[in-house]
């Protein structure tokens, strides 16, 4: 159950489900390559759109992805991306599907062994979150110099959809930042 007397992050909210990913998941520390994996794409995809969206369509998302499986969607031919664009489970963009196939392609060439895509990540925070302390939303940045170094590293092997402010906003929600508020209940637990 959601407490709903919980002082929070302004943006956590607005909607059931939001809440829900407020106070559950964003800014929990991940450390599973194909969570990791995911959730790149999913900032990915969310580029123009509001999260809520992507939010709505994950289940879909990772059906039409064979549960984020890189393997499998490395293997992705042109009768995938056809069938991708035309399923409306998912935000169906091309330049987005294609970047998630070349991200499988990018991450199988970047890790050899478990474990290594979350070290790969985890290295550009020195292994620890970084622990902001924003009072207001205002405050906290759309990008910062780590969000773009690691931007730039993931461009150069071949990323897709990872602007630097799409990287800060993964970084936020896969725990390598915490951005929560100081007065929101999650600042101290994650």
């Known amino acids: 159950m959601i407490a709903s007397d919980r002082v929070r992050c302004g943006w956590g909210t607005s909607d059931p489900l939001y809440l829900a990913y407020h106070d559950t998941e964003w800014g929990v520390p991940i450390h599973d390559d194909r969570h990791l994996f995911e959730l790149l794409n999913l900032e990915g995809a969310q580029a123009g759109l509001a999260w809520i969206t992507i939010l709505r369509k994950r289940d879909g998302y990772r059906r039409a992805f064979d549960g984020w499986d890189p393997q499998r969607i490395a293997a992705f031919g042109p ?112």
């Not at 550009?124 to 170094?149: H, K, M, Y």
């Open 79 to 190: 009768e995938d991306e056809t069938r991708l664009l035309a399923d409306a489970s998912i935000v169906r963009n091309r330049a987005k599907v294609r970047a998630a196939i070349g991200n499988a392609r990018a991450y199988l060439s970047l890790t050899d062994a478990p474990g290594a895509f979350d070290r790969y990540l985890w290295s550009f925070v020195a292994g620890q979150p970084i622990r902001n302390r924003w009072t207001s939303l205002a405050d906290i940045p759309a990008e910062t110099d780590l969000s773009r170094a690691l931007s730039r590293d993931l461009k150069k092997r071949g990323f897709s959809f990872v602007g630097p402010t799409i990287v800060y906003a993964f970084m936020q929600s896969a725990g390598l930042v915490n951005d929560h508020l100081v007065d929101c209940f999650r600042h101290g637990e994650v």
